[in-house]
């Protein structure tokens, strides 16, 4: 008992650097100040730029100690620009300086718990949450040391008193390197730290140990979360989790590691999990998250899920019929709709209208067939027609027919169409377990099936932009939307224009007043128009909304794609193995990419040619020549 | 069926099959042949067995067993002579048709009737194949492939049968010595050379779907040739298409659709499909075609009201090694039910008292045995667990697992992480496997996804490793009749976690082994007679008339779903980076192209370590006994630490 007295006599403070781009504190990073609140005596909040209104008066609740700063020199020179301002003399009032920033998420277990077990090592001078276990070879290319010695991670680092009232602390700081680049952080700071200290003989340690001496990985703490939560009461977790780089993840893990960090936080403890995917839908590229947290739903088509929820969501199904042959194919699929859903068809074709009401009568549901301007085919259906009734309902599949005459022979169109209509409507059963994915997730604002990969339409999957991202970049623009977009990283978009939506989600594109006439007129071409454009958008207006989007397929379809990419991997891997190239997938990409930036490399002269051709001509021109080759050679 | 002097008609039947087996679809289709048919002459090429010989029988006296010499077209040519021209000229329609179709799924007296009315032919069949630029056979005379009718199921007419042309074409036919000139000189040549001489034919089935048009229909939309236009019959070939083929063309869909199709919508027997295929297939293309990886909910149950006829009797193996991982292998077992018994076998006597302590809080019958520490996991359930799962009618085989030959050692622990989440998530996953054994009376075993993280990732391509020959010797010692090739990888358990329906691994038990037969510790990395072990179990259930498939909980298949697309779309961005397009048949037949004009290995990509230490491993393991050099090896790390594979950093 009396340490815990003792304790309370240890004076701390915490000095916490924040950078957002937009200087937003997400609901994350107030529950970090509360748990930190209660182990402390003071926080200094440090923050790399300018910060809103209301982001101050959301620190003000924890300290009046905000400085705002440029942002240089990362959070390294936030610390520097704290301890300057506070100056050594404050610093050494108190028992335990903390230095840590908010890459970091929790706390999943009280701080008492932490620092209460590290108070019974007096003797050490500084210490950490966790370490890296280094490595041999200097990335950065300015570590002092040639290498990167194992280190204390610095999003969180405790000084004790006696190690604030060396001079070495002192001069270290005060002769603090100017750092540019995240290289120089890392290689003169971050790796740097610890063994320089350790080398002059101050005692360090860390709370979380890797387990197996050091030997289970890098980097415990975000390869293996759950764990380190779940095992060692570690109760921090990085936000990095859910945007780290997957080649990275896939060497040491299966690629589960974050998700049964989410499941467990969600399942298993108090936090808040909703706090990591608000801060995710503000920040992060929809593409990274929906790999990390695996936002591919796998649902039954022959049973239900079960339904904690009752459902009382109001659902309706917009169909754009442009096929009147397929009208059969389109009503077998409507056909999986609740019988309270309202089912809307918009048709450019007049003179058909009375048939599709008499094909749908024989559907229970309420249905509403429109006539609509032949212009801009399935998008102004959706951007205009679509826009209209949204706000009667909680959610709206939106469906068009597809022919893929484009290429030969057309199994491959169908198979794509085939795609779209089981992962839309695969039936009633599937209908309802999607409904019911939409009510349990409150965050999910889109469903998605994945990009089709059958023959040509294979270089889809790291070709999802197109010529596309630059006029989707000007409607995102034009919409206003702030959710982050970049060429590198693919769109969660609905190849095919068939998907769920949760309305809310849409609101932003429904109330830009879309008109008709906005549309172009046919003949439209065959990619890189406004009409490509606002096939990539839907995600990015989900997003914007506050909500995710992800993928969905019937269990079915799971099987196939299963089946597809074993068989897709394994056969590129026998190409390596044969040649005695096989090894680590990023290596085998290193390969790769050695094998075709060779000179004789021989790369046929018609890829060379289409390549040279594509990349220097603008898209329509490019367009033309490729319609003219297609009427030549078919 | 009645018929009239005038409207009588034969069939000859052509069957193969590489072990003289009729399977029970062979006598399905006879019966519905006999039907419509007056006389019925069966062919056989290449020796049949007397149970094949008694069914045939049932249906025609006509049974000509002949040598495995000329393919269909050799077969069809003696069945004609066999019957005489004169004789043939008798009938109203003479029908060639081979065991490579599986039907009827309608009744054939349909078809027949709806011909009947076409009068004025010569001959027809019931699907086509669409023209080939270019002969791909090299054996048509055309020099190209042109469209026509596919030979499986031909029907000739009476006047086209008086045609001297007829008997001229069968006169000059050549010897057929290969499968490319049996189609170059008779399947794909007969249609036009008889059209183009007047002779009238049509299609019964005629694509109605203009988005189906596509070379072979009854291959790449057979649901849609069966719903819609009525077409009899399906190809066996359906279900061991090859992936590129299917993949070019369609998402791979068309075999499963076909299947879930027979099954709901008609009365066909599907398990007469399924022990056709999986006595002749290769497992790899029943595994690719039938979409064998069932993906089960861990959050609900699948057989919610349904009882079925007999309770199976279960039981989990366990061959505990690592006592400090007890308590995750308790965990793992607590997932199944509690009427399931429990063997827990371990090499270490004093371990036993802790491990009786631990699970003692589990409902289950906990049986502890001791087992001699040689062969490992493998010689733990052939000769530890062989004496009790004949008691049983489904086990699951567990063993804890540490892999402590790489570092980090979170790349093992993951792969272990795949193999037990995949068999022993969770209580309702556990009974969702259990149910769908209950469901699938073929289903044999079920086996967790290859692991791909690292160093593991060439696993996919690479099952066979150097394990290949010893495996089929291993086969050939059990008895085994089965396809297997080094090109076709195998449906293993890595990592040696699995489900199994003992009735299809009886054949493993009962072979009385002894802990000789496994090689003793240290065991090498690979190519050992435990190696072989792990990977014959597929077969042995396969050449017992039953299925191995993967198996894997909801959120896992999210998972590999998710890295599996990442693999192929990096792999993608990079040589559509180079101006590489097309589908990923091209790209590979382009990386094909360029590894062999360059040699790039992973020597190129990394430099060598400094002393070369990676020069001097490979050759010591290549030149030196594998007993000597496994020790080093053992030494090396000793000394040196475990193989640190090359890290990056990222904070």
């Not at chain 1, 903390?98 to 970091?104: E, K």
């Not at chain 1, 680590?584 to 790369?603: A, G, H, R, T």
């Not at chain 2, 199921?153 to 049996?182: C, G, H, T």
């Not at chain 2, 990592?495 to 090498?524: C, H, I, M, N």
Request: hydrophobic letters at 35%; glycine letters at 4%.
């Amino acid at each position: 008992m009396s340490l815990d007295v003792k304790c309370s006599e240890k004076k701390r403070l915490v000095i916490y650097s924040f950078f957002d781009k937009k200087g937003i504190v997400d609901r994350y990073v107030g529950a970090m100040l509360q748990g930190l609140f209660t182990v402390s005596d003071r926080i200094v909040i440090v923050s790399n730029g300018a910060i809103p209104p209301q982001s101050r008066s959301l620190f003000k609740k924890y300290t009046d100690d905000i400085i705002v700063r440029e942002n240089k020199g990362f959070d390294i020179w936030g610390y520097k620009t704290a301890i300057d301002t506070l100056g050594w003399s404050v610093l050494q009032d108190y028992y335990e300086v903390v230095l840590m920033n908010d890459t970091l998420m929790g706390p999943v277990y009280p701080f008492e718990e932490m620092f209460n077990a590290m108070n019974k090592r007096p003797e050490l001078d500084f210490w950490g949450i966790s370490v890296h276990t280094g490595i041999s070879h200097d990335f950065t290319h300015c570590n002092p040391y040639g290498s990167l010695p194992e280190h204390i991670q610095s999003f969180f680092m405790v000084y004790r008193n006696k190690f604030l009232k060396s001079n070495e602390l002192k001069d270290y700081w005060d002769n603090l390197p100017q750092l540019s680049t995240y290289e120089e952080a890392i290689g003169k700071y971050e790796t740097f730290f610890t063994k320089h200290f350790a080398d002059m003989g101050f005692r360090w340690d860390i709370y979380i140990k890797t387990p197996y001496d050091g030997n289970f990985s890098d980097y415990y703490l975000l390869k293996a979360p759950r764990r380190a939560i779940e095992k060692d009461l570690c109760p921090v977790f990085k936000r990095r989790s859910f945007f780290h780089d997957q080649d990275d993840f896939l060497f040491q893990t299966m690629g589960e590691q974050s998700l049964e960090l989410f499941n467990y936080l969600r399942d298993n403890t108090d936090y808040d999990t909703d706090m990591i995917l608000e801060n995710l839908i503000r920040t992060c590229h929809q593409s990274d998250f929906v790999r990390t947290l695996g936002l591919y739903y796998v649902l039954p088509e022959e049973y239900l899920i079960p339904a904690p929820k009752t459902l009382s969501l109001k659902i309706a199904l917009v169909i754009h019929l442009y096929y009147i042959d397929l009208i059969d194919e389109t009503l077998h699929c409507a056909a999986a709709m609740p019988l309270d859903a309202d089912i809307y068809v918009n048709t450019p074709h007049k003179q058909s209208a009375e048939k599709i009401k008499e094909s749908f009568n024989i559907l229970p549901n309420n249905v509403f067939v429109r006539v609509i301007p032949n212009r801009g085919r399935d998008v102004s259906s959706f951007a205009v027609g679509t826009a209209d009734i949204a706000k009667k309902y909680d959610l709206i599949c939106f469906y068009h027919d597809k022919k893929g005459t484009q290429t030969k022979p057309y199994t491959i169109g169908s198979s794509f169409s085939y795609l779209l209509n089981k992962s839309s409507l695969a039936s009633s059963q599937y209908v309802q377990n999607v409904i019911q994915t939409f009510a349990q997730n409150k965050y999910l604002g889109l469903l998605a099936n994945i990009p089709p990969h059958n023959g040509p339409y294979f270089p889809t999957l790291g070709c999802e932009w197109g010529p596309n991202f630059e006029n989707t970049r000007q409607l995102h623009k034009k919409l206003r939307l702030k959710a982050p977009i970049s060429a590198e990283k693919p769109p969660i978009c609905p190849m095919g224009t068939v998907f769920w939506f949760r309305t809310e989600a849409m609101k932003k594109l429904f109330d830009y007043k879309w008109e008709y006439e906005d549309f172009p007129l046919e003949p439209n071409g065959i990619d890189g128009t406004l009409l490509h454009a606002f096939e990539r958008i839907y995600s990015y207006v989900v997003q914007d909304a506050g909500f995710y989007p992800a993928y969905v397929m019937p269990s079915s379809l799971a099987k196939i794609q299963l089946v597809d990419f074993t068989y897709y991997i394994r056969e590129f891997n026998k190409i390596f193995t044969k040649h005695g190239a096989q090894n680590f997938f990023y290596v085998e990409k290193q390969i790769l990419d050695n094998l075709f930036n060779s000179p004789d490399c021989p790369i046929t002269m018609r890829n060379a040619l289409k390549f040279t051709l594509k990349r220097k001509l603008s898209p329509t021109v490019y367009e033309r020549l490729v319609k003219i080759k297609r009427a030549i050679f078919h | 069926m009645q018929s009239s002097e005038d409207n009588k008609r034969l069939i000859i039947y052509f069957f193969y099959d590489k072990d003289g087996i009729a399977d029970r679809y062979i006598d399905y289709m006879l019966k519905a042949l006999r039907d419509i048919s007056n006389k019925m002459i069966i062919v056989s090429n290449g020796a049949i067995k007397p149970a094949t010989r008694d069914l045939f029988l049932k249906y025609s006296e006509d049974v000509i067993v002949r040598e495995n010499k000329g393919f269909d077209v050799g077969a069809y040519k003696e069945a004609l002579k066999y019957e005489g021209w004169e004789n043939l000229t008798r009938y109203y329609e003479v029908v060639l048709v081979n065991s490579t179709v599986m039907g009827p799924i309608y009744p054939l007296e349909e078809m027949f009737s709806t011909m009947d009315k076409k009068t004025g032919l010569d001959f027809w069949g019931i699907t086509k194949h669409g023209k080939i630029d270019n002969d791909p056979f090299h054996c048509n005379p055309y020099g190209y492939i042109p469209e026509h009718i596919q030979s499986y199921f031909m029907v000739l007419r009476k006047k086209f049968l008086e045609a001297k042309e007829f008997r001229k074409y069968w006169d000059n036919l050549p010897q057929i010595n290969s499968y490319s000139e049996s189609v170059g000189k008779f399947e794909s040549f007969f249609t036009k050379y008889f059209g183009d001489q007047g002779f009238e034919y049509v299609l019964y089935v005629n694509n109605t779907k203009e988005e189906l048009y596509t070379n072979q229909y009854i291959i790449e939309a057979p649901v849609h040739a069966i719903r819609e236009d009525k077409c009899p019959f399906f190809k066996k070939r359906s279900f061991f298409q090859n992936q590129d083929y299917y993949l070019e063309k369609t998402m791979g869909e068309q075999p499963l659709e076909l299947f879930k199709y027979l099954k709901n919508n008609t009365n066909f027997d599907t398990d007469m499909v399924l022990e056709n295929i999986i006595r002749t297939c290769n497992q790899r293309d029943l595994v690719n075609n039938l979409g064998l990886y069932y993906v089960l909910s861990s959050s609900n149950l699948l057989n919610e009201g349904k009882t079925f006829e007999k309770e199976l009797r279960i039981a989990l193996i366990i061959h505990l090694y690592y006592i400090d991982l007890l308590y995750e292998t308790l965990h793992y077992a607590s997932a199944v039910p509690a009427k399931a018994d429990i063997y827990i076998n371990t090499s270490n006597e004093e371990n036993i008292p802790a491990i009786k302590r631990a699970f003692s809080v589990l409902p289950n019958k906990v049986v502890v045995q001791l087992v001699k520490n040689r062969g490992r996991d493998v010689s733990s359930l052939l000769i530890g667990g062989a004496p009790v799962v004949k008691s049983y009618d489904l086990v699951c085989f567990y063993h804890d697992k540490k892999v402590k030959q790489l570092q980090p050692y979170s790349i093992g622990r993951s792969f272990s992480y795949l193999a037990a989440e995949s068999a022993l998530h969770n209580g309702i996953y556990v009974k969702n496997i259990i149910t769908t054994f209950e469901k699938n009376p073929l289903l044999g075993m079920l086996v967790n996804l290859p692991p791909h993280n690292g160093p593991y990732y060439d696993t996919l391509g690479r099952e066979w490793g150097p394990n290949f020959d010893n495996t089929r010797r291993l086969a050939e010692q059990l008895g085994l009749n089965i396809a297997m090739s080094p090109d076709k990888a195998p449906v293993i358990s890595h990592g040696s976690v699995f489900w199994f329906r003992t009735q299809a691994l009886v054949k493993l038990f009962e072979k009385k082994w002894r802990y000789e037969d496994f090689p003793d510790e240290p065991l090498a990395s690979d190519g050992t007679f435990s190696h072989a072990v792990e990977r014959v179990h597929s077969y042995v259930a396969q050449s017992a008339g039953f299925y191995p498939a993967y198996v894997m909980p909801d959120f896992l298949a999210s998972i590999q779903i998710s890295d599996f697309i990442h693999y192929t779309r990096e792999f993608n961005i990079i040589m559509q980076s180079k101006g590489i397009y097309g589908s990923a048949l091209a790209k590979r037949c382009q990386l094909c192209q360029s590894f062999e004009k360059i040699s790039v290995t992973p020597k190129n990509v990394f430099p060598a370590p400094p002393v070369g230490l990676r020069r001097i491993k490979l050759v010591l393991k290549g030149r030196l006994p594998r007993i000597i050099y496994i020790p080093l090896l053992k030494l090396k790390r000793l000394i040196l630490g475990p193989r640190n594979v090359s890290v990056r950093i990222d904070t």
